[in-house]
């Protein structure tokens, strides 16, 4: 049974409910959160100290020890916390949309669809990351238009329906992105492929930045669909019958969604099961009614810094791209949560 109780606070004509276990709950997910990526930062090829970070701060520390934590360790772990944040935020509205915990974007086809226009513009059309980028958040916004009206029964979308069409729409663009890296010159197929892999190898501040804008984005609206997304969870017809256009919300929050997926993936790769973890695991942390996309996101950032850092420190003998981490680790919690059920 889930808690509702709360304070309810009233400023004029507006009141929020704060729910102390969740205020609680997020303000630890977000000390972990800092705790990784300064752990991040001290952690590398060079070891550093809280001195060496001190030093940083304060302009004291020697031009390359700069270089390193202001122009590549900083801007990876923050676009490592931003994407994760996306990812988060996504999985859970696309968990509520559906009605089922496979809901996530990588599960039902549309990182798969931003991943292929991804693939497209490198292997086809050419270009920088800002291309890339825009061509990931058109894949994503195209399949999940698929999706939607495939869907759509009766004027309905949702429910197992959604879930079902957007594994098989998945499928198809995973295997036109796989026919375009097949027919891609070696040198554009190699550049497809360690895109693919998922990787926050060689991120920069524009890697952040642009990940750091569309969080901003998408952030205010999915959280202002919340209260829409909770009571549609009851039913649509509940939903409808307290003045929800349900159809409207549910159109909206699906596009938004995407574009906080496809922004991820157009910023670091496909990376698979942080989306569908985060909500997961944010859950059983606050057991409250609604949406839970503010925790989610923290989740999803916590998620995704530590794999990074657990991806960076592993002595495998290269450079073990991110995707793989989240791959392996998402696969061995998903049979976890599949045995304590079956």
Do not use: C
Not at 61 to 88: E, I, M, Q, Y
Not at 207 to 230: D, E, K, M, Q, W
Request: aromatic share 4%.
């Amino acid at each position: 049974m889930t808690a509702i109780s709360g304070r309810i606070v009233r400023v004029g004509d507006f009141s929020i409910r704060i729910r102390p276990r969740l205020v609680t709950v997020s303000l630890i997910a977000a000390a972990v959160l800092v705790v990784v990526i300064v752990a991040s930062l001290m952690i590398g090829t060079m070891r550093l100290g809280p001195g060496d970070l001190v030093s940083v701060v304060t302009g004291e520390a020697k031009p390359s020890l700069t270089r390193s934590v202001l122009g590549r360790r900083l801007p990876r772990a923050l676009t490592a916390a931003a994407v994760g944040a996306l990812l988060g935020m996504s999985g859970a509205v696309f968990q509520s949309l559906s009605r089922n915990p496979l809901g996530s974007p990588d599960i039902i086809g549309f990182t798969s669809g931003a991943a292929t226009g991804a693939v497209f513009q490198i292997v086809v059309v050419g270009g920088g990351m800002l291309a890339t980028a825009a061509a990931a958040i058109v894949g994503g916004i195209v399949t999940a238009l698929a999706v939607y009206f495939l869907a759509r029964r009766d004027g309905v979308t949702g429910g197992l329906r959604l879930v079902l069409v957007g594994i098989g729409v998945g499928a198809v663009v995973s295997a036109f992105s796989s026919l375009l890296i097949a027919r891609a010159d070696i040198d554009d197929a190699m550049v497809a492929q360690l895109w693919g892999a998922g990787s926050l190898l060689g991120r920069g501040w524009l890697h952040a930045g642009i990940a750091v804008a569309a969080l901003a984005l998408v952030t205010p609206v999915l959280l202002g669909f919340g209260r829409s997304l909770a009571l549609m969870e009851m039913g649509d017809e509940s939903a409808h019958s307290v003045g929800v256009r349900v159809e409207r919300v549910r159109f909206a929050s699906l596009v938004v969604g995407v574009v906080a997926a496809a922004a991820a993936v157009a910023v670091a790769g496909p990376i698979a099961f942080i989306a569908f973890a985060a909500a997961h695991i944010a859950r059983p942390l606050a057991p409250v009614p609604g949406v839970l996309v503010g925790l989610s996101a923290l989740v999803g950032a916590v998620l995704l810094t530590g794999a990074d850092l657990l991806a960076q420190n592993l002595d495998v003998g290269m450079r073990t791209p991110v995707g793989l981490v989240t791959s392996l680790l998402g696969g061995i919690y998903l049979l976890w949560l599949l045995a304590r059920r079956i």
